[in-house]
């Protein structure tokens, strides 16, 4: 169970988008921020503050105090992360093997109590919007089809496929390791499948490339054909497909991206 560290006050607190802004009643430290998003399909929490936030930037020290009452920590390095921290001045032993979500976490009891996700806010907002297939095009595919994510997905570009590495589905690799750029190539066709009980087929092209609009939130849909589909239709209770709303559609994809800024 979590234990509680420190009781300041607070002397604002403010929502701004997908984050939240807070001002401690301290004289020292006293900024940071809660980003709310999403990591590897599930909703993650990231902490930062000015300090985290100078990462980039040169003669940024890693804390080297210690922590009390603890002889030794375990922390569970992801098998994805090839040059991991080796926390060299701590009281902590590293280990590598796959998590759920997160570079790093803490793992009691064979569950895995707290993750850390390591990325500079630029890198986060690129994962989410343009890089891997699962940020790129498996959240964006679930809504613009209405469908509630409840389902195991996998990807097929050429003679490969790809998915969740946390299912660990035979014959496939991790659909981390591929990007849009790479797997949507002109002329190659992109499949995406969808509840292999319905077995709900997608086929996605590259079309067109064109210079991002400043200003604009993407990714954006900008045209469609017919009604939303039914995920779970039935011959016993046939329900009528819901209309397809373009401003709710772009309403729930800009909560994934950001707007392209000069």
């Known amino acids: 169970m979590p234990s509680i560290v420190e009781r300041v006050r607070l002397w604002s607190c403010a929502r701004r ?11 020292r430290e006293n900024r940071s921020q809660l980003v709310f998003t999403k990591a590897r399909g599930r909703d993650a929490v990231f902490w930062q503050s000015p300090r985290t936030r100078k990462q980039a930037r040169p003669n940024v020290r890693t804390p080297t105090a210690r922590a009390a009452g603890i002889a ?84 097929r570009a050429g003679r490969r496929a790809y ?28 499949g995406y499948e969808y509840d292999f009980g319905a077995s709900w087929q997608h086929e996605i092209t590259s079309q067109k490339a064109f210079t991002l609009d400043q200003g604009q939130v993407y990714p954006v849909c900008v045209a469609y054909q017919g009604s939303s589909p039914i995920e779970y239709p039935s011959e016993e209770n046939p329900q009528e497909p819901e209309p397809f709303s373009l401003t709710d559609v772009n309403r ?4 994934l991206g950001r707007p392209v800024c000069a």
């Open 72 to 155: 030794d920590l375990e922390i569970v390095a992801d098998s994805h992360e090839q040059y991991p921290y080796r926390f060299a001045n701590q009281q902590a032993t590293v280990v590598k093997r796959a998590l759920p979500c997160g570079d790093y976490g803490l793992v009691h009891g064979g569950r895995l109590i707290a993750s850390v996700e390591r990325k500079s806010l630029a890198d986060l907002v690129t994962s989410l919007t343009s890089g891997k297939l699962r940020y790129a095009l498996h959240h964006v595919i679930q809504i613009l089809f209405g469908w509630d994510g409840d389902h195991l997905h996998a990807f």
């Open 17 to 27: 988008g997908a984050a939240i802004d807070l001002v401690l009643d301290r004289g």
């Open 163 to 190: 998915s969740d590495p946390f299912f660990t589905l035979e014959d496939t690799a991790d659909e981390d390791d591929i990007r849009v750029r790479d797997a949507c190539r002109p002329g190659v066709k992109v």
């Open 252 to 255: 729930k994809l800009a909560r």
